[in-house]
Protein backbone atom coordinates (compact mmCIF):
# COMPACT_ATOMS: atom_id res chain seq x y z
CA UNK A 1 0.00 0.00 0.00
CA UNK A 2 1.45 3.25 -0.90
CA UNK A 3 0.95 6.43 1.61
CA UNK A 4 1.64 10.01 1.30
CA UNK A 5 2.33 12.14 4.53
CA UNK A 6 3.47 15.34 4.85
CA UNK A 7 5.03 18.46 7.37
CA UNK A 8 4.57 21.84 7.65
CA UNK A 9 7.33 24.10 9.38
CA UNK A 10 6.56 27.59 9.89
CA UNK A 11 10.64 29.03 9.30
CA UNK A 12 9.97 32.68 11.20
CA UNK A 13 8.16 30.95 14.46
CA UNK A 14 10.07 28.52 14.34
CA UNK A 15 7.78 25.73 15.06
CA UNK A 16 5.17 23.74 13.33
CA UNK A 17 2.65 25.23 11.04
CA UNK A 18 -0.91 24.06 12.84
CA UNK A 19 -4.20 24.02 11.04
CA UNK A 20 -2.85 24.56 7.30
CA UNK A 21 -5.28 23.40 5.11
CA UNK A 22 -4.11 20.68 2.34
CA UNK A 23 -5.46 19.02 -0.80
CA UNK A 24 -4.15 16.39 -2.41
CA UNK A 25 -5.13 16.01 -6.33
CA UNK A 26 -4.23 12.91 -9.04
CA UNK A 27 -3.58 13.99 -12.72
CA UNK A 28 -6.13 12.64 -14.79
CA UNK A 29 -6.06 12.73 -18.63
CA UNK A 30 -5.72 16.88 -18.87
CA UNK A 31 -7.06 17.69 -15.10
CA UNK A 32 -6.84 17.41 -11.57
CA UNK A 33 -9.01 14.87 -9.35
CA UNK A 34 -9.53 15.50 -6.10
CA UNK A 35 -7.89 12.30 -3.86
CA UNK A 36 -8.00 13.82 -0.22
CA UNK A 37 -7.87 17.14 2.26
CA UNK A 38 -7.27 17.90 5.49
CA UNK A 39 -5.48 20.02 8.08
CA UNK A 40 -2.31 19.88 9.72
CA UNK A 41 -2.55 18.53 13.31
CA UNK A 42 -0.77 19.98 16.57
CA UNK A 43 2.55 19.35 15.16
CA UNK A 44 2.21 20.29 11.69
CA UNK A 45 1.35 17.13 9.97
CA UNK A 46 -0.57 15.11 8.26
CA UNK A 47 0.26 11.34 8.12
CA UNK A 48 -1.82 9.36 5.54
CA UNK A 49 -3.44 11.60 2.85
CA UNK A 50 -4.06 8.14 0.38
CA UNK A 51 -7.32 6.53 1.38
CA UNK A 52 -6.95 3.41 3.56
CA UNK A 53 -6.07 0.22 1.41
CA UNK A 54 -5.60 2.11 -1.94
CA UNK A 55 -2.35 2.12 -3.90
CA UNK A 56 -1.87 4.81 -5.85
CA UNK A 57 1.17 5.84 -8.70
CA UNK A 58 1.46 8.35 -11.28
CA UNK A 59 2.04 12.52 -11.14
CA UNK A 60 0.16 14.08 -7.64
CA UNK A 61 -0.35 17.71 -6.77
CA UNK A 62 -0.28 18.58 -3.04
CA UNK A 63 -1.77 22.45 -2.50
CA UNK A 64 -1.06 24.15 0.72
CA UNK A 65 -3.37 27.23 1.69
CA UNK A 66 -0.83 29.07 2.78
CA UNK A 67 -2.68 32.91 2.17
CA UNK A 68 -5.49 31.78 4.36
CA UNK A 69 -2.96 30.46 7.06
CA UNK A 70 -1.51 33.35 7.23
CA UNK A 71 -4.63 35.77 6.96
CA UNK A 72 -5.58 33.94 9.95
CA UNK A 73 -2.94 35.24 12.02
CA UNK A 74 -3.51 38.73 10.82
CA UNK A 75 -0.27 38.43 8.44
CA UNK A 76 0.49 38.34 4.41
CA UNK A 77 2.48 36.78 2.17
CA UNK A 78 3.52 37.02 -1.18
CA UNK A 79 2.68 33.12 -2.01
CA UNK A 80 -1.32 32.51 -1.07
CA UNK A 81 -1.03 28.78 -2.12
CA UNK A 82 2.40 26.21 -2.88
CA UNK A 83 1.20 23.68 -5.48
CA UNK A 84 3.88 20.84 -5.47
CA UNK A 85 4.02 18.77 -7.95
CA UNK A 86 5.25 15.20 -7.94
CA UNK A 87 5.27 11.79 -9.77
CA UNK A 88 4.54 8.37 -7.90
CA UNK A 89 6.86 5.32 -10.63
CA UNK A 90 5.36 2.77 -8.82
CA UNK A 91 2.97 2.04 -5.65
CA UNK A 92 3.71 0.69 -2.36
CA UNK A 93 6.13 2.66 -0.97
CA UNK A 94 5.70 5.95 1.78
CA UNK A 95 6.31 9.44 0.36
CA UNK A 96 6.52 12.06 2.22
CA UNK A 97 6.43 15.89 0.96
CA UNK A 98 7.84 18.17 3.77
CA UNK A 99 7.27 22.29 3.44
CA UNK A 100 8.97 24.75 5.24
CA UNK A 101 7.42 28.38 4.88
CA UNK A 102 7.88 31.63 5.50
CA UNK A 103 5.98 34.87 4.46
CA UNK A 104 7.92 35.14 1.59
CA UNK A 105 9.10 31.82 0.62
CA UNK A 106 9.22 28.78 0.75
CA UNK A 107 11.35 24.81 0.25
CA UNK A 108 10.39 21.55 -0.49
CA UNK A 109 11.89 18.46 -0.84
CA UNK A 110 11.33 14.55 -0.65
CA UNK A 111 11.09 13.11 2.76
CA UNK A 112 11.57 10.01 4.74
Request: glycine share 16%; aromatic share 10%.
Given at each position: ?18 GL ?43 FE ?27 EH ?18
Open positions: MSSISTHVLDLVRGGPARAITLESRVGGGWVPVASGQTNDDGRIGDLVPRGSSVSGVFRITTGAWYAAKGERCFYPRVPIIFEIPAPGYHVPLLIGPYGYSTYRGS
